[in-house]
Each structure stands twice: as structure tokens, then as C-alpha cells.
């Protein structure tokens, strides 16, 4: 019995470690097969993109160029410009194309990380001119906005100033700890109009938010942590990602957005300098800026088609959500990149040194 | 203090430690070379930038980190949530770990398994987790509420949910340190002292207390400097307002790609952590984790400096103080109750012990019992109470191959990179603690700053070396497993290193040379009487890097730019908009998977030695 119970528990590990060994074996050591001659490797932001791209970029151009490229999408960090300038910077192309927010890609523009799109004579052209530029090709607009609970909020706060104001409108608020959005949030809710928000004075912006510093309960930092206290009601109102908040509201949250004075920023495509595959990063963007491509991802995605003719394939329902909605674009500031890609440092020190005073 | 230094006198560590001879740091060298190619070299190439401007020298960098106080103001605020962190983490997990240690087999092996829980959760989900638990409408409050102890609910995003998150995160590390240590007492020690009329007070704290001190020392070390790279959990629930220095590091590399700076901000956190390192290695001595300690220092009169023995000295009275007030109360307990022999002597020491062992159990497992739960909801959020009843999750858990892959790779790049991590940081642990090498402080520096570096500077300079390694020897380090895996088991060599010392330390070296004198040659020494004795400790190390692998998101993303995806990573790619159920289902998979390989192994072990 001894004998026979010794090796059984030999079996039984022996089993286990090949059984493992197998199964662990071809995903660890082996690389990802090809099936098309050229492999495009690109990057998005991953979660709800992954599907929505899958749907809407990934599957056609496949399709359209079956045998002779296949483009694979995989999910990078929230900002990879660092990433970029490393892949670049050591000629390792992990990634062809990436698809980044614009405040990224001026930041890699500027050290010459980037190609140059050459994209005239395709869809690109239907893109609005602030969405795009020679290097970047803008894929969807998201923006900043107000979110609050339609159970706990009786009056509706209709601007920045009126979440700035404690006593007609009541609640607990978050903001984002960070000083983009929150900077111009601060200057349009001191009376600031729309188009001399630019350039921010930064001064007149922290003295806004001292007034309000006290009754921020919570400053977001995480956007997941935006929709989960959003929908938990860990706050009432809340200046957050309109997908984000979405999120919330997609499962049932009572909670409304204000897109009165968003702030819209644009997300685009951008090709890393000198990976042997530009051409076919050109066909991929040149797909991904029609307006059949963006429709077709837009049921997944709250952020707004850069090709505003993608909303004639689009329900009336989903396109109300979207950053880029006519109706919402013409309440929107447009991030001024170029300011920020200026003031950057500074305003980020200024900020850390604001959120760490008292 | 002095029966300590007795027992020392007559254990006469001195004896056996031989003369340092030109071959005794040979061991040290696998591990050193390790860490110079893989992080030594390429993390002082990317911290050259930060003493240049456009390609020349300057100390433009260094200037800025005091020109406003910002940096300074987070160190401090950095340095203040690791300490107390610390402080609570090690008076927490101290009677923890006394209860599993004095436990007996059965129980304290299923309670293991509850120390262990928070390192199966993902840190994203557990970080979630306790946002809702601890959340204006979350259940601790409502149910405070519902007690009528309160009226409105009690914010604790602040300090209080810092804390909490953090010493959560942290605790299971000096639980499992400590109680590593604790294995290797003879349980005889207290009983000896007895005898010899010491009461229940002077037993503890004179002998069993000095004896578990290196326990408690590496483990609040690896919490400390662990604690001063957290920066997502301070962040998520301190409101906001706790602004730790590795975020500010961070931001540098992401947002402003100033990597010069970014460097020079994580020299300032070194250099911080490094001096604390020697103040604390002069004043208690890693006294207490290495050879030497300030104790024996200051018996035998010599060595060891003024802050070394005053430290001692101190640190005797404070023993001996403690001792004396526990059996006083002790006797007016008896007082109160007086011992007969017809009911069973109970202390209350034990009684307080277990309440707080218990207590403490129940915290580090509420997260994963709130997991399990939600993860069958309906909805689409982690709330509290869950909506519905359903298998949603799991369904979109089990059907992606994604998940699966992530699994599968998590696992073997966790073990393999914790195996490699044992192998070349043991043999250096057994160097440093059994020889007096020559600065010795200097080599566990060394080995600790993979730990205090932020893991995103790590991560650069990694991709550049790899990149540069995959041009000359075509290996393909990036974008595959084996780059993990060596990147990884890097970051573990700190935990395998101080957990190993640790053990070792209480380790009575002539079993080794009775076993010699027996006729057993070095490695069968090894195999038969250290590794067997030291057993705990081993497995302590060898869990620390496995975790340290298992939930590491920044080096899988630069190293794998995404192809090669593990759990963390997958999990991180799902939560971009919101954190949804299906992590929580994730979460709980792993949690059942990871409980039931511990106790088929132990079952199997149990089987074989009955056999």
C-alpha cells in the first residue's frame, strides 16, 4: 500500500507539472503567428476601445487587405509617450501606430518622435482642421463636462460657475487632480468667457479654486475612479470624462451631464518615426478617418467621431452622447495644446504646490 | 537584555563565524552581477540625465527640486505615510504572527491562508474595493448608521482610508517575515525561564521578544521601503489630498517626458531612503537582521559606536520595563482571580493575543469577502449591496482566451522569476549573515534600491538595455516572457534577500558542523539540516516574489508594449473606464485557484509523511 500510495502522489505531481508545462508552453515561449505578410502592430487605449476598434477599424481593414497585412490592436498605458520615445529612440518597433490624446503627441512632436501623415486626397480631409495636424490625426473628441445625480441634485447646476457656487447648489463635489480642465474650469466659473480662457491666467485660476478647495470632498484622479463614485454616490456632483461617466449612467445611475462649456480635447493616430511599416500605418489611418470606420465604433464608445459625417450612420440616441455632436461642439472650448505644451511644467508645479498649501 | 547576551555569549555567534577569507563573498557575486546588468547599469545610465541640460552638464534638475517646496513637502508627507504605515503595520501583525506561531499545525496552516488573501486580489480591485467599503454609503458606514453610533456617515478619505488601504496592502509582509522568524525559536527558551522563575511578562519579553526581533526588523524594513513607492492606494483613497513622491515621479516620465528630472526626484528618494537606512542600521542594528547586532555589540564592550550601544542600552531598560509592568498586572489579575487548580489556567495575555490575532484576520480578509459577492452582481459596477444574482462575469471571464492567456502567463512568469530570484539571492543572504564582509551596509543598500527606485524609471532604462541586448544577441527580451521574468525576479531579490537574513539570523550553526563532524559533506548540510530548519522562511521569500511578479503592471507594459499580457496588466486595460464586476470575478478565481493549489499541496505533503 505504501509503495502503491507513493506513487500515486508521484503521478499526481508529475501529471500536474506536464499538464501545466503544456498548457503554459506554447503561450509563453512560442510568438504570436502571423498569418498576413506584414503584421501592423497598433496601440489603443485598451477596455471599451478594444471592442468598439475591433468592430469598427480592425475587422475591416483586415478584410480589405486580407493576405497582404493584418493589424493587430493592443492595449498600451493611459499616456505612453514615454513608451513611444523609448520604441523610437531604440528603433524596437513593439508599436507602428498609436492612437494618442493631442496634448501627447505635441509633447513627441516637438523631439521629432513622429512621422509625418501624408494623408491629403483620403477621408482625412473630412476631418475638421483644429481636429487634425501634418503629424496627427484626430479619431474622436472627448470631453469635459458636468456630471451630477438627478436624485440628490433638485436644481441642475447649468456651469462651471454654478458647481463653483456651495450655497444655491448643494453637494458634495470632486474635481480632478490635475491642472488641465480644471485650470480653464476655474477661470470659466470666475466669468472668464469662453474664448479668453486662453491664455490661462493662472493667478486669477488659483484663486478661483481657493474658494472652492474646502467643499471639494474628494479630487479624482483614476477616470475609473470618476464613474465608480459617480455611481456608488460617493459624491453628487462631479467634473469628469463624459464616457466615463456614461459608464454610469449606461448602467443605470441617475446621474445627467451638463455640456455647457465642456472642454473637448481630440485623440488621434499618430505614426512612430522610422518603423519599417509607415505606408501601411497610412492605409490603417487613411480607413480609420472614414466616416463608415467611425460609425462603425461609435455604438461602443461615448467619445465623439472626429468625422462629423459619421453621424449620418449613427442613431440619434448614441450621437447625443458623443463628444463631437454638433450641439455639443458648438458649447465646447477646444484644448489650446499649444499653450499647454508651453505652460505645462510650470502649471504643474503651481498646482502640486496649490493642492499641498493648507 | 543581559540573559540575551548570555545566551549569545554561549550560542557565541563569534565562534563560528570564521575570519573573512578572500572566497567568502564569492556567493555574493551572482547576485551582483544580476543587478548590475539589470538594473545597476541601466538605471544609472537613465539617471545621468538628470545632471544634464541638452546634452550638458548641469544642475539645472537638482536646482528646481528646491526652488519651490513642493518636492521636499511630499517627501516628507511620503516619508510620513510609510512610517506610520509601518509602526502599524508592525504592532498589528506582531500578535498576528505570535498567534499563528504559537498555534498549532492544523489551525495555523488555515489561517495562513487568511494572512495570504490580499495578495491573491489585485491591488486595482482591492484599492476598488475598499473605496466602496469605505464610502459614504458603504457598508461600514451603514451599518454604523444602522447601529444609531452614528448620525452622519464618517469620511474616511483622508489619512484614516490611506492608512487603511496601506496597511492592508503591507500587513501580510510582517505577518509573514515575523512569523518566519518565530518558527525558529525553541519553543523551550520561555519554558527554560520559567523555571528558572521568571514569570509569563519576563519570559516574553526578555527571551522570546529579543529572539523574534530580527522578524520584526525585516519586516518593518520591506514595509517602510515598499510603503515609499505606494502611490495609487494613497491617492484613490486619501481623497486626493496625500500626495506621494512617486506620483510626482511619475508625471515627470508620462506627462512631461522629463526623464532628467524625473531622476533627479528619484535620486532625492534614494538618498532619503539610504540615509534612514543607516541611521536605522546604527540605532537598532540590523542588529537584528545581519551578523552582529547592537546587543552583542555593547556586551562585548567594543565596536558598534555611541548611538549603537546607547541604543542597546535603552532598549534593554525599555525590555525589562515592559516585562516588569505586564507581571504586575498580571499579578493583579491573580489577585482578582486567583489560580486553583481545579479550573484551567487561562492568562489574559493569551485571551488579548487571540482577540487581536482574530481582529486583525478579519481586516486583511474583508476586501476579498466583499469580492466574492460582488462578483456575481448583475450590474455593471462594484457596489455594495450587489444587484442581482448572476454569473455575467464569470462568463466573460471564462470566454475571452485574453483572460485565460493573461492567466496562464501571470502564473508561469510568477514562478519561474521567484525561482530564479531564490537561486541567486539565497546564497547571498547565507554571506551576509554568516561572515563580517567588509560594508556590509553598503552590499544591503545595494541589494534594497531595487525597491526604492520607482518601477517606471526601472521600466525605461530596462526597455533601453533590453532593446540594446535584442540588436547585438538577437535574444528578443522584448515583447516576451523571459524579459518579465528577469525584470521581475530583479525587483524580488530585496524581498528574498531581507526575508532569508531574517530567518537566518536566529539559525544555530553547529547543527551545521554537527552534521559535518557526522561526516556529511557541505551540500547535503544544505539539503538536510538548513534548508528543512529554515523551511518557513523559504517559503516566505519564494511567496514575496512570486506576488512581486504576480501583480507588477509597470514593467509588463513597457517590457511587453502590450503583446505579452499578464493579469495585472489585463486588469488595468478593463478598468479604463470603470472598474467593473468582472475583475472582482477575475479576482475570485485566482483566490480559489491559489487556495486550492496551497492545500492540495498540502494534502499531498501531509499524505507523504504519514507514508
Redesign the interface.
Known amino acids: 500500500m ?1 509503495i502503491k ?2 506513487i500515486d ?1 508521484r503521478a ?2 508529475k501529471g500536474a507539472g506536464i499538464g ?1 508545462a503544456a ?2 508552453f506554447p ?3 512560442v ?2 503567428k502571423t498569418r498576413a505578410a506584414v503584421q501592423l ?1 497598433v ?1 489603443d ?6 471592442k468598439a476598434f475591433t468592430e469598427g477599424l480592425y475587422k475591416p481593414f483586415n478584410e480589405k487587405y486580407k493576405g497582404q497585412c493584418e493589424v493587430v490592436g ?10 513611444i ?3 523610437v ?4 518597433y ?2 507602428d501606430a498609436a492612437l494618442i490624446s493631442q496634448a501627447a503627441h505635441d ?2 512632436v516637438a ?1 521629432k518622435y513622429l512621422d509625418v501623415l501624408e494623408l491629403k486626397g483620403t477621408a482625412y480631409d473630412e476631418i475638421k482642421p483644429e481636429y487634425k495636424t501634418p503629424t496627427f490625426a484626430g479619431n474622436d473628441i472627448y470631453a469635459a463636462v458636468i456630471g451630477y445625480r438627478t436624485d440628490k441634485v433638485k436644481k441642475p447646476p447649468k456651469s462651471w460657475a454654478d458647481l463653483w457656487n456651495v450655497k444655491d447648489f448643494p453637494g ?1 463635489r470632486s474635481l480632478r ?1 490635475y491642472p488641465f480642465d480644471t485650470i480653464e474650469e476655474a477661470l470659466m466659473a470666475d466669468g472668464v468667457p469662453k474664448d479668453k480662457v486662453y491664455p490661462c491666467d493662472f493667478d486669477r485660476a488659483f484663486k478661483s479654486l481657493d474658494k472652492i478647495k474646502k467643499d471639494v ?9 470618476s ?3 459617480i ?4 459624491v453628487d456632483i462631479i467634473a469628469g470624462y463624459n ?2 461617466l456614461q ?2 449612467i ?3 445611475a441617475p446621474v445627467a451631464l451638463e455640456w455647457n462649456q465642456n472642454i473637448a480635447g481630440v485623440e488621434g493616430w499618430v505614426i512612430l518615426k522610422g518603423t519599417p511599416r509607415a505606408d501601411w500605418c497610412r492605409k490603417f489611418i487613411a480607413l480609420a478617418m472614414e466616416a463608415k470606420s467611425q460609425a462603425g465604433w461609435a455604438p461602443y464608445l461615448a467619445y465623439g467621431p472626429s468625422n462629423t459625417n459619421a453621424f449620418k450612420f449613427i442613431s440619434p440616441e448614441r450621437a447625443k452622447v458623443s463628444g463631437s455632436f454638433p450641439e455639443h461642439a458648438s458649447k465646447a472650448l477646444l484644448i489650446d495644446n499649444t499653450f499647454w505644451g508651453k505652460e ?2 510650470k502649471a ?2 503651481m498646482f ?2 496649490w ?2 498649501k493648507g | 537584555m543581559t540573559t540575551v547576551n548570555q545566551m549569545r555569549a554561549i550560542h557565541g555567534d563569534k565562534v563560528y563565524k570564521a575570519r573573512p577569507n578572500w572566497h567568502a563573498g564569492l556567493p555574493l557575486i551572482p547576485v551582483f552581477v544580476f543587478l548590475a546588468l539589470l538594473f545597476f547599469f541601466p538605471v544609472i545610465q537613465l539617471l545621468t540625465l538628470s545632471v544634464q541640460t541638452k546634452g550638458e552638464l548641469s544642475g539645472v534638475h537638482y536646482m528646481r527640486l528646491f526652488e ?3 518636492y521636499i ?2 517627501l516628507l ?1 511620503t516619508l510620513k505615510v510609510s512610517f506610520y504605515t509601518t509602526l502599524i503595520c508592525v504592532i498589528a501583525a506582531y500578535p498576528l504572527a505570535y498567534m499563528l506561531a504559537t498555534a498549532s499545525g492544523q489551525t495555523r496552516n488555515s489561517l495562513i491562508l487568511w494572512v495570504l488573501m490580499p495578495f491573491w486580489t489585485s491591488f486595482l480591485v482591492r484599492t ?1 474595493a475598499w ?2 467599503l469605505l ?4 457598508p461600514i458606514n451603514k451599518w454604523l448608521q444602522g447601529l444609531g453610533l452614528l448620525e452622519n456617515p464618517l ?1 474616511f ?1 483622508n489619512m484614516v482610508g490611506t492608512m487603511i488601504g496601506m496597511v492592508h496592502a503591507l500587513m501580510p509582509l510582517a505577518v509573514m517575515t515575523m512569523l518566519s522568524v518565530m518558527e525558529t525559536i525553541d519553543a523551550n527558551l520561555p519554558k527554560a525561564a520559567a523555571t528558572l522563575g521568571a514569570r509569563g511578562g519576563q519570559a516574553f519579553w526578555r527571551i522570546y521578544f529579543p529572539l523574534s526581533l530580527p522578524g520584526l526588523a525585516a519586516g518593518g524594513l520591506l514595509v517602510f521601503i515598499t510603503a515609499l513607492g505606494f502611490f ?1 492606494t494613497p ?2 483613497l486619501g ?3 496625500i ?1 506621494m513622491i512617486a506620483q ?1 515621479i511619475i ?1 515627470q ?7 532628467g528630472f524625473a531622476g533627479a526626484i528619484a535620486l532625492l528618494l534614494l538618498l532619503t531612503a539610504l540615509v534612514i537606512f543607516y541611521l536605522y542600521d546604527r540605532l537598532l542594528g540590523m542588529s537584528t537582521l545581519s551578523g552582529s547586532g547592537s546587543a552583542d555589540r555593547s556586551a562585548a564592550g567594543g565596536g558598534g559606536g555611541m548611538i549603537g550601544r546607547g541604543g542597546a542600552y535603552v532598549g534593554g531598560i525599555f525590555i525589562n520595563v515592559i516585562g516588569w509592568i505586564c507581571d504586575r498586572f498580571g499579578e493583579l489579575v491573580e489577585v482578582v482571580r486567583p489560580i486553583r487548580p481545579d479550573r484551567p489556567r487561562k492568562t489574559m495575555s493569551r485571551t488579548i493575543m487571540w482577540i487581536t490575532g482574530i481582529t486583525m484576520l478579519v481586516f486583511l480578509s474583508a476586501p476579498s469577502f466583499f469580492v466574492i459577492p460582488v462578483s456575481f452582481t448583475e ?5 455594495w449591496p450587489p444587484e442581482g444574482f448572476g454569473t455575467r462575469w464569470y462568463d466573460l471571464v471564462f470566454d475571452s482566451p485574453t483572460w485565460r ?1 493573461a492567466g ?2 501571470s ?3 510568477g514562478v519561474i522569476s521567484a525561482l530564479l530570484a531564490m537561486a541567486i539571492s539565497v546564497p547571498a543572504a547565507f554571506v551576509l549573515t554568516r561572515h563580517k564582509l567588509k560594508g556590509r551596509t553598503i552590499y544591503m543598500s545595494l541589494l534594497l534600491s531595487p525597491l526604492i527606485i520607482p518601477r ?1 524609471l526601472i521600466a ?1 532604462a530596462l ?2 538595455s533590453y ?2 541586448v ?2 547585438f544577441l538577437r535574444i ?1 527580451l ?4 523571459l524579459g518579465l521574468v528577469l525584470g521581475h525576479a530583479m525587483l524580488a531579490v530585496p524581498y528574498v534577500v531581507v526575508t532569508v537574513m531574517a530567518v537566518l539570523k536566529n539559525y544555530d550553526y553547529r547543527l551545521d558542523q554537527a552534521a559535518w563532524s557526522l561526516g556529511a559533506n557541505k551540500a547535503r548540510t544544505l539539503w538536510h539540516i538548513t534548508f528543512p530548519l529554515i523551511r518557513a522562511g523559504l517559503l516566505a521569500a519564494f511567496l514575496f516574489a512570486f506576488v512581486t511578479s504576480f501583480d507588477e503592471l509597470t514593467i509588463a ?2 517590457v511587453s ?3 505579452a499580457t499578464t493579469l495585472p ?1 489585463q486588469m ?8 467593473s464586476p468582472g475583475l472582482a470575478a477575475a479576482s475570485t478565481l485566482i483566490l480559489i485557484f491559489v487556495t486550492s493549489m496551497i492545500f492540495l499541496a498540502e494534502f ?1 505533503r501531509r ?2 509523511s504519514k ?1
Do not use: C
Not at chain 1, 470632498?217 to 475612479?225: M, P
Not at chain 1, 455611481?231 to 460617493?234: P, V, Y
Not at chain 2, 450590474?379 to 457596489?383: I, K, R
Open positions: 505504501r500510495s507513493a502522489r499526481i505531481l501545466a498548457i503554459a503561450t509563453v515561449l510568438p504570436r502592430t496601440r487605449p485598451g477596455g471599451p476601445y478594444e493592443v492595449a498600451g498605458k493611459h499616456e505612453p509617450t514615454s513608451q520615445k523609448a520604441m529612440d531604440t528603433k524596437t513593439t508599436w509633447l513627441l523631439d458634495r487632480k470632498a474628494l479630487w479624482w484622479d483614476q477616470g475609473a475612479q464613474s465608480q463614485m455611481k456608488t454616490n460617493e464616457a466615463r459608464a454610469a449606461d448602467e443605470g505645462k511644467d504643474i508645479d502640486n504646490a493642492m499641498l | 519651490s517646496d513642493v513637502r511630499s508627507i476598488f473605496l466602496v464610502g459614504r454609503n458603504g469620511e478619505f495609487i491617492t484613490i481623497g486626493g489630498r500626495m510626482l508625471e516620465v508620462e506627462q512631461l517626458l522629463n526623464w450590474g455593471g459596477f462594484l457596489e492567456a496562464i502567463r502564473f508561469s512568469v517606471i525605461v526597455f533601453y532593446a540594446y535584442d540588436k528578443g522584448i515583447g516576451s516572457s507594459l513597457f508594449g502590450g503583446l496588466k488595468w486595460d478593463d478598468a479604463l473606464l470603470k472598474v499531498l499524505k507523504a507514508s
